[in-house]
Every structure is written in C-alpha cells, then in structure tokens.
C-alpha cells in the first residue's frame, strides 16, 4: 500500500506570492494534519482536518488555510508568503485523533 | 502557551553506550508519541504512551511516560550507528493537535 503522498516535492517562490500544497493520505485514513517544520526545529503544528471538517487549528495567522476533500486528500494554501514561510511543510495522516500519524517526506518551500 | 522541551538538544555518544532523551510538557497529556526523524527524512512513527506511569519496550529502546503524564524518556541501550538522527516527543494536550518536542539530535561515533 502506499504511504503518504505530497506535491510538489520542492517549490521556490517570491514574496507576495500564494501557494498550494497538497496530501493523499494513507487509503483508509479519514484524518489529515499539517505541519511547519523550519531546519533544526521540530515540526509546528498549523491544522488537522477529520471527515473533512477542521478540527484543530494550530497557531499560524489567516494566511494558512486548508481543506479536505470526499476522497480525505487535502491541500494547504499560503496567502502573502513572507521569508519566514520557508520551511519544510509536512502531512500526516492518521486513522483519528490521538493515532499514530503517519508523515509523507513533505515540500520544501522557498521564499525569495 | 503549551510546550514541549526536550534535552538534551545534542548528544554524541561512542558506539555500544546507551543514550537518553527527556521530554517535558507544561501542561498535563492524554497521551504522548515519539518519533525518530533521520537527516533530509521525515518524522517517523516509534510508540505511544497513554497511561500514567507507563512503560514500553522495543528491542533496545524503553519508553517511560510519567507518573503526572508531563513527562517522558526514551533510552536506547548500546547504541548503534543506525540510531542516528532526531527523537522528537509529541504530546497530546486534549485537543486535536499534537505538540512536537524541540527533539534530541543523536550522534553514534563508530
């Protein structure tokens, strides 16, 4: 079976711009989440969305959104990006809350 | 607001010595996982702990969670250079989030 899958792996862009990321969880997971991890820290948590609906929302401004959609993938937009938005953005899927979470091998975003 | 330390944030350890990382969170966890994240990789699934005072094995890694379910260790004995990379402790607050430790970075020398 397959793992987590992210898109695109890497991505360059400039200030001002938007993004879009995007995750399909393991097959049977109903539980996606999001996480910031910039270089020698641990991941930061910014959303987690279950059966499509937001359920947790970490502490991350109105620029970070997310959705999921019927089939439980789901993608992450950035609005306005700034330097500080480099990082590398992880997916985590799990079967719901408080299970294992399950990482694909995340974008690497960055900012010019 | 909620946080996780973890220490050390660096170790270097000769090959056959046993290695410890410890985990605190500010606030009690209902549950707590750790997960090891090896260079250019991502975070990957080891154990959860849930009950107070808990106690895992996995080959050469024991997990502790303690007793006031605000903190937990994890000891490797006789490292290997496959032990190499980051632990992070994630802990589960109550709500639907998990807050990631700021991990131990391990080193084996050979």
């Known amino acids: 079976d397959a793992g987590v899958t992210q898109s695109p792996t890497h991505l360059i862009k400039t200030r001002g711009q938007h993004v879009t990321l995007r995750c399909s969880p393991i097959?049977?997971?109903?539980?996606v989440s999001w996480y910031q991890q910039v270089l020698g820290q641990g991941p930061q948590f910014i959303f987690q969305?279950?059966?499509?609906?937001?359920?947790g929302r970490g502490n991350f401004p109105d620029r970070f959104s997310a959705r999921q959609f019927p089939n439980y993938s789901s993608e992450l937009n950035v609005n306005a990006l700034l330097l500080g938005d480099s990082a590398l953005y992880l997916c985590?899927?799990?079967?719901?809350?408080?299970?294992?979470?399950?990482f694909g091998d995340g974008t690497r975003l960055s900012i010019l | 607001g909620q946080q996780v330390m973890q220490i050390p944030q660096y170790q270097h350890v000769q090959e056959g010595e046993d290695f410890t990382t410890y985990c605190n969170s500010s606030?009690?966890?209902?549950?707590i996982q750790w997960y090891k994240q090896r260079p250019g990789g991502h975070p990957v699934f080891l154990i959860q702990?849930?009950?107070?005072?808990e106690v895992k094995k996995q080959k050469r890694l024991t997990f502790q969670f303690g007793e006031a379910k605000k903190n937990s260790s994890l000891h490797i004995t006789a490292t290997q250079t496959t032990d190499v990379g980051t632990y992070f402790c994630a802990g589960h607050p109550g709500t639907y989030k998990y807050i990631f430790g700021t991990g131990t970075r391990l080193k084996v020398l050979a």
């Open positions: 969305y279950y059966e499509k609906e937001e359920r």
């Open positions: 985590a899927s799990s079967s719901g809350d408080r299970q294992p979470q399950h």
């Open positions: 606030t009690t966890l209902s549950n």
């Open positions: 097959s049977g997971h109903k539980s």
């Open positions: 702990l849930v009950k107070s005072g």
